[in-house]
T-cell receptor
Framework: DSGVTQTPKHLITATGQRVTLRCSPRSGDLSVYWYQQSLDQGLQFLIQYYNGEERAKGNILERFSAQQFPDLHSELNLSSLELGDSALYFC??????????????FGPGTRLTVL | KNQVEQSPQSLIILEGKNCTLQCNYTVSPFSNLRWYKQDTGRGPVSLTIMTFSENTKSNGRYTATLDADTKQSSLHITASQLSDSASYICVVPRPGNTGKLIFGQGTTLQVKP
């Protein structure tokens, strides 16, 4: 158990809908990272927050947004969902704002299925 | 271009056998390299983190090596078990303290009885 929790575990929805994925980092970790992993694909970095502020952005679509709250939990909002958004979404956390030298701990993921 | 490439893409071995997975990177400047194990449908779990000054690091039956000169790393699995069946991912931080990681595509290992 990494100490990172994600809810829900599974999510099934229809095209055009909007969903919210939630992540609670390990106790004491200030950074939260979101990743997307499509079937048989590698992990794609979406976005990072550090202590409530956006720190780095990856290949995140404009239909997607995220935020980190004062209690350090984070939410990833996906809107106008398309079939291609079906994937595993992982959250990771680390102690500091940069990845160099500091391990990222991954949550169990949320499997999103868009029908 | 900063890249991480892994080989082979997939591998099937018999239980009890050894195997070696390869990772080549072109990331510069280099800070560290990580190997993660990802079970199907689960989050990646760190196996080792190696800095440029480390040549070898072991974690149980897993031994990682790093050659910073040739920019190559390997992960050797000894006496494989069925539970070793997973995807093994090589990861290098993107330079510049951006918080971003560069992921290899992974090697899918299947251990058969």
């Amino acid at each position: 158990d990494s100490g990172v929790t994600q809810t829900p575990k599974h999510l099934i929805t229809a095209t055009g809908q909007r969903v919210t994925l939630r992540c609670s980092p390990r106790s004491g970790d200030l950074s939260v990272y979101w990743y997307q992993q499509s079937l048989d694909q590698g992990l794609q970095f979406l976005i990072q927050y550090y202590n409530g502020e956006e720190r780095a952005k990856g290949n995140i679509l404009e239909r997607f947004s995220a935020q980190q709250f004062p209690d350090l939990h984070s939410e990833l909002n996906l809107s106008s969902l398309e079939l291609g958004d079906s994937a595993l979404y992982f959250c990771a956390s680390s102690s500091f704002g940069t990845s160099s030298g500091y391990e990222q701990f991954f949550g169990p993921g949320t499997r999103l299925t868009v029908l | 271009k900063n890249q991480v490439e892994q080989s082979p893409q997939s591998l099937i071995i018999l239980e009890g056998k050894n195997c070696t997975l390869q990772c080549n990177y072109t990331v510069s400047p280099f800070s560290n390299l990580r190997w993660y194990k990802q079970d199907t449908g689960r989050g990646p779990v760190s196996l080792t983190i190696m800095t440029f000054s480390e040549n070898t690091k072991s974690n149980g039956r897993y031994t990682a090596t790093l050659d910073a000169d040739t920019k190559q790393s390997s992960l050797h699995i000894t006496a494989s078990q069925l539970s070793d069946s997973a995807s093994y991912i090589c990861v290098v931080p993107r330079p510049g303290n951006t918080g971003k990681l560069i992921f290899g595509q992974g090697t899918t290992l299947q251990v058969k009885p």
